[in-house]
């Protein structure tokens, strides 16, 4: 999608700390971290938001967290990561292209604010 931020990320139309990569899947540094490890893992593909999921998504899906746990792996997360996807205005999503937050290297309260 041509406007979208994520997808000139993965692009490489704009620049990012790009961390892991594979065929269906990226996985880069937040810019605005909210603890020691914070990166997002977004399809190539453009969804919007999980709401726009289909069946034949159900793989990329998992693919996603295939990547989060490798990167967890890289960061040497032995203590324990949080993953997250932010669904619409009430969970503060800002960009519509999907994107797993992974969270780690500190203590994370629960439940999230
Ligand atoms: P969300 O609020 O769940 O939509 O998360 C969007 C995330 O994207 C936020 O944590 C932002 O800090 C992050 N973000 C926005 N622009 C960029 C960018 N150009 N590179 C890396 N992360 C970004
Ligand atoms: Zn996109």
């Known amino acids: 999608m041509?406007?979208?931020l994520f997808c000139k990320i993965?692009?490489?139309?704009i620049p990012a700390k790009i961390i892991a990569q594979n065929d269906h899947a990226l996985a880069f540094r937040d810019l605005n971290p909210q603890a020691p490890t914070h990166?997002?893992?977004?399809?190539?593909?453009h969804i919007a938001t999980l709401n726009d999921l289909t069946d034949g998504d159900a793989e990329l899906v998992g693919r996603l967290h295939l990547l989060a746990?490798?990167?967890?792996?890289d960061e040497q997360l032995n203590d324990g990561w949080r993953t997250?996807?932010?669904?619409g205005a009430h969970a503060g999503q800002t960009v519509f292209h999907?994107?797993?937050h992974l969270?780690?290297?500190r203590t994370l309260g629960w439940p999230p604010g």
């Open 84 to 87: 997250v996807f932010n669904v």
């Open 10 to 13: 993965a692009d490489g139309k």
């Open 103 to 105: 969270l780690g290297g």
């Open 39 to 45: 990166v997002l893992i977004i399809p190539r593909k």
């Open 2 to 4: 041509s406007d979208c």
């Open 98 to 100: 999907i994107h797993l």
């Open 69 to 73: 746990r490798q990167v967890a792996a």
